[in-house]
């Protein structure tokens, strides 16, 4: 019995703890941002800027993130595909890389090879252009967003497809009438927290994009350039907007994601 | 109507091997065995969700093995229902409807037609979730008949629900099938339900069918002892049932059958081949069932000994070895038997 309230004890202590040392760091910020200059600096034509390269590079990103996941993880959720566990864990990598390293590789695809070549000469420009942080964020993120949709759509049992193509449909319209709009709230909680998390996204998108002001300024990059320069309304600024989307988009993630697996 | 030819299908975990069955037209075909024996995939083979590794299945003279599901006309109900969670109960029904451009208020007279005739029609703005087991099933049929399927497929559709919702829902889906007369497919493993539906009855095992026949030839005569120790019924007859005075009276061909179940229409009654008692002469008991015949086998197994005692219908009596010693029957014996009311079980 001692030994179990010690545990207890022990077990919550370091969730406490642990809490107390995440509120420290928002604390930290929060404090650092003067409410009076705040409202000035958010319209900043800078911090505008970024707000919009943010929005616009994300959204697009997280469209692409889930324009890819759809089809994909349905194959990897129904379908018994030769050489599966292999496919699984080569669109798992992008979880496990570092973001700098995948910024290095998306550099190198898009900055030195010949099908890099070929997409700037038809006008897909990726480096050190907003087009490279689209593909950053996607990189980072598709990975993400694939295992969401896998584990939902694999919740979701195929005979609803079955009784669908007996009563009328293809296969494909099947999915579209029964298994997508079961997945809705998969799909929201996927898109929200890649959305969330493309927001943020700042090695890969440095190492394509580089950091240029009113160029590829985002507002991870915003923050990191007033850091380095020492300006630091602008930076908290930055952060500020950051905290509140996160607090936001994880918010929706948890209620939405608790009913992902409801069918 | 349909014709299953040598079709195999290999799914890993499960798999089909060698099934060749033809079901008439109009007919209620029950396919019959137990969790595992393929019964899934052999219906899911037949609506074309799968396509077969060898072999052809015929549908009305036509070889459909090629013809993807929505083209078999062919309809399917689940054991766990899959009604479409995010549409009403009006708008699942009326899926395959409105799939085939159907007029709206056509649909609407149609889903109504049917809800009314399976008696959910006051459920047609609820969402699945918030409903019974039962009112489920009666939806997810009305979703597969309402397109007027040439062969409806039904899996397991009884075995979630409880008893008493079983029995009605047994009673309608008989209605059904006199009313359309469909050609039905309806897999099971419950014995109760193939011997009351069932025009015929296909026993599957391991992938393949195994005996095929009408009830009583599979549940009287079972080719193999897989079928008579999983159908594990004995003194099985089919009759009509009359309820008067607390007591049901079930007439078959051959014989009249006193039960304490009330049951009436048309019923199957099974008697426990250890209720009934034997005796080379005439009873004097309170048993209400008492008939006279002729022993036509006996058979030992073990520390029992069965005999067959045909009285107009043929009977089997378990005895232990010890009384079966006793009382020196052999084949040929003019024998009594008799069984309580209660001992008859009616379904």
């Known amino acids: 019995m001692k030994n179990e309230s010690r545990l207890k004890l022990f077990s919550i202590s370091i969730t ?78 992008p979880l496990a890389l570092p ?67 007996t ?20 799909l929201m909680a996927g898109g929200i927290i890649t959305w969330s998390k493309g927001i943020g996204e700042f ?43 996160s607090i936001v988009s994880l918010y929706i993630f948890e209620r939405r994601g608790n009913m992902a697996n409801l069918y | 109507m349909i014709r299953i030819e040598n079709v195999s299908k290999d799914l890993g975990e499960f798999k089909l091997n060698d099934v060749t069955l033809h079901i008439n037209e109009g007919e209620y075909c029950i396919i019959l065995g137990p969790t595992g024996a393929g019964k899934t995939i052999l219906i899911e083979t037949i609506a074309g969700i799968y396509h077969p590794d060898c072999g052809e299945i015929f549908l009305g003279g036509i070889n459909v093995t090629d013809v993807s599901p929505k083209d ?21 029904v009326g899926f395959g409807l409105r799939l085939k451009k159907i007029a709206k208020n056509d649909i609407k007279k149609e889903v109504n037609k049917i809800t009314d005739l399976l008696g959910v029609s006051h459920l047609l703005n609820r969402y699945p979730d918030t409903l019974s087991g039962g009112e489920k099933q009666r939806i997810a049929i009305a979703r597969a008949v309402i397109t007027k399927p040439k062969v409806l497929l039904l899996d397991e ?82 009759g009509k049932s009359v309820v008067h005075n607390d007591i049901s009276e079930v007439h078959t061909d051959e014989i009249c059958i006193v039960s304490s179940t009330l049951k009436s229409g048309d019923v199957a009654a099974s008697i426990r081949p250890e209720d009934i008692f ?19 086998r006996i058979k030992s197994m073990g520390a029992l000994t069965k005999i067959e005692v045909d009285v107009g219908a043929p009977f089997v009596v378990a005895l232990t070895k010890q009384s079966f010693e ?12 008799a069984f309580k009311a209660s001992a008859v079980h009616l379904f």
């Open chain 2, 326 to 337: 006793n009382m020196e029957f052999v084949c040929g014996n003019r024998v009594y038997i």
């Open chain 2, 72 to 92: 078999r006309s062919i309809s399917m109900v689940y054991q766990d229902y899959m009604l479409f969670p995010h549409l009403t109960v009006e708008e699942n």
């Open chain 1, 203 to 245: 090695g890969a998108a440095l190492m394509i994009a580089g950091a240029t002001r009113m160029k590829t300024e985002t507002l991870p990059i915003s923050l990191f350039l007033n850091m380095s320069s020492g300006d630091l309304d602008l930076a908290m600024a930055s952060a500020f907007i950051l905290i509140i989307i």
């Open chain 1, 99 to 165: 973001p700098l390293v995948i910024g290095v590789g998306l550099l190198l695809l898009f900055g030195t090879t010949s099908f890099g070549n070929y997409l700037s000469d038809i006008g897909l420009q990726f480096v050190f252009t907003p087009l490279g942080i689209i593909i950053a964020q996607f990189t980072v993120n598709i990975s993400f967003m694939l295992r969401i949709m896998r584990s939902t759509f694999e919740g979701i049992s195929p005979r609803y497809e079955y009784v669908a193509q």
């Open chain 1, 16 to 93: 406490l703890l642990l809490s107390i040392f995440i509120i420290s760091i928002i604390t930290c910020i929060s404090m650092k941002v003067n409410p009076n200059t705040l409202l000035s600096v958010i319209v900043s034509k800078e911090i505008l800027f970024a707000i919009k390269l943010s929005l616009v590079t994300s959204i697009i990103s997280t469209l692409m993130c889930i324009a890819i996941s759809i089809p994909a993880s349905y194959a990897l959720a129904r379908y018994n595909l030769f050489g599966k566990t292999l496919i699984t864990t080569i669109v798992d990598l």
């Open chain 2, 278 to 296: 034997i005796s080379k002469t005439e009873f004097e008991s309170s048993a209400r069932n008492s008939f006279v015949g002729k022993i036509i």
């Open chain 2, 157 to 238: 559709p009884l075995s979630a629900l409880d008893t008493r919702t079983t029995w009605r829902l047994q009673e309608e889906l008989k209605k059904m099938h006199r009313l359309t007369k469909t050609t039905t497919i309806h897999v099971t493993h419950s014995f109760e339900e193939a011997f009351s539906l069932g025009d015929r009855i296909a026993v599957m095992k391991d992938g393949k069918i195994i005996q095929v026949g009408v009830p009583d030839d599979i549940f009287r005569k079972p080719n193999s002892e897989f079928i008579a120790d999983f159908v594990g019924v004995e003194n099985i007859f089919r």
């Open chain 1, 167 to 186: 009563l009328g449909c293809t296969p494909l319209q099947a999915f579209l009438k029964t298994t997508l709009p079961m997945a809705k709230n998969g």
